[in-house]
Each structure stands twice: as C-alpha cells, then as structure tokens.
C-alpha cells in the first residue's frame, strides 16, 4: 500500500480555503493538514462550528483525510508572532493558547481529524526554564485530557527554538496519552538523531508526520531537491513501520506558487517512494 500524502494549508495562505482543498484533492493527495487561521477556519468565528460542518462536508465530497495545525502566526495576537504560547509569562495567555487548542480539538472532533498538532513555543528572556516546564505540563496535561475525552489523538511537535526541541525531549515529558508530530525536518535541524531513524525509533508513539527538505541545521522549508534531507530513507522507514496515517508536506514559504508547488510536492514524493522505485 502507497503512503497516503497531504499538503498543509499554510503553503497556499493566499488562496480561499475551498480552492486550495480542491487543488490538492485534484494533484492525488489523500488528505489535508489544516492550519486554522483567520483566512482558513477562524476557529475565534462566531459560526465556527457550522464553519466546521461545511468543511466536513466538503472533505468527506473530495476524499480527504485531514490534521488539524495550529501554528498560526498572527491568529492569538497581531503583534507578536505564535504569542501567547503554554510557555507564556502571562497566566492569561496561557489559558487563551488552552482555550484555542481545545477548541482546535473540537473542529478536530466534527472533521474527524487524525490528529491535532501543537508545539510548546518559545520561552521568553529572564523566564525560568524549570517554571516555564511546570507551566508547559499544566498546558499540556489539560489538553492531552481534553483531547482524550473527545476522542482526538493529541500530537506534540518539537520546534526548533522553543522549549521543547527534539523527539527526545518530547519523550522526556511523560504526559500520558501525548503522542508525538514530527516533522523529519526539525531532525536535521536538531542534529540529534537522523530523521529517518526517528521514525523508526517512536514508530509506535507517532501522531503524524510531516516532510519536507531542509538543510543541515537550518530551519527552513524547501522544497523537495534543495536541501540536504534524504527524503527516499524516510519514506522507506515509513513504509517499513506500516505507516498509514497522512504524512504531511509542510512548505510554509511557498504560498506565493502553491498552485506549482502543490503539484510538484506530490510528483516528487510519488517518483521517490519505495513502491515506485527498482
């Protein structure tokens, strides 16, 4: 069986929501990674939920799969990129970024998403690290409980920069029933273990998954063919895992020739996975 592929809406932020759903579902892909934002699935909406049903409705019509992203950059507040994140100072902020991603749990519940992804963010100067921990579990704990109670895998994204940067790291947290988003990436970013081994090693523990190319220990993502990942080994640890859940291509710089990079993602990938190769 192929390894079923989706295309993060973050990469066509300058196309309506429903263009972009059907851009992807026409170049093959099996699914979507759906960044909520105020352009794509305002989840602060006061008709989010009928919003959410729509959007059912219309997965379901193209045969999409779906995960739910929360990285939004401007979504919380329109000054300061990703804030307030569940390392914020403000106990207030704190509380909004639980507030949003339990909401996000819920689209997740009417979409019937395999997942919500979501990162711990960036711990700010003169912040202790071991407060800024404490606080990061209560966040993460009254999430993952939530997430559970409604039936939605919760999946934990270590972001270079922030608190939590490496699959190593997620491991070290211990909240129960948190699963693991790893972006293969962040690997090569982190240098800590190679991206294809990652897979293998939290094979049993991983929410979703998202590619892209990258090179070593630069967070930027490229395109597939300009950086230094070795994007044929991870999709054949994948395939060798049995993974069958959306491996998730995340080109958040392409917005501008998403209707180029949408279709050539989806080609690459297809003329590098193991089922197309001697």
């Not at 790291?169 to 293969?184: F, H, I, K, Q, Y």
Request: aromatic share 6%; hydrophobic share 40%; with cysteine.
């Amino acid at each position: 069986m192929s390894l079923r592929f989706a295309y993060n809406t973050n990469g066509c932020a300058n196309h309506r929501l429903d263009d972009a759903l059907h851009l992807i579902s026409s170049c093959g892909y099996a699914g979507v990674a759906l960044t909520l934002d105020h352009h794509h699935l305002d989840p602060f909406a006061p008709d989010w939920a009928a919003q959410a049903e729509r959007l059912s409705a219309r997965l379901r019509e193209l045969q999409l799969g779906c995960v739910i992203e929360t990285g939004a950059r401007y979504l919380l507040d329109p000054r300061d990129k990703h804030e307030p994140t569940l390392v914020s100072a403000s106990a207030e902020g704190r509380e909004r970024r639980v507030e949003f991603l339990t909401r996000a749990i819920d689209i997740a519940g009417i979409l019937e998403a395999e997942a919500v992804s979501f990162w711990a963010g960036v711990s700010k100067p003169r912040v202790d690290r071991d407060e800024a921990r404490r606080w990061l579990l209560d966040g993460l704990h009254a999430v993952s409980g939530y997430a559970q109670l409604r039936g939605v895998t919760p999946a934990f994204e270590p972001e270079p920069g922030m608190l939590v940067e490496t699959a190593a790291e997620w491991a070290g947290l211990g909240v129960e029933g948190l699963s693991l988003a790893l972006d293969t990436g962040h690997c090569l970013v982190t240098q800590d273990i190679d991206p294809a081994e990652a897979v293998r090693t939290y094979a049993d523990r991983l929410g979703t998954v998202a590619v892209e190319d990258m090179r070593r220990g630069v967070h930027e993502h490229l395109p597939f063919g300009e950086g230094d990942m070795d994007i044929p080994a991870i999709l054949a640890a994948l395939e060798e895992i049995g993974f069958r859940k959306l491996v998730c291509v995340e080109l958040s710089r392409e917005s501008p020739r998403a209707h180029l990079a949408i279709p050539e993602s989806i080609a690459w990938l297809k003329a590098h996975e193991p089922a197309s190769r001697p």
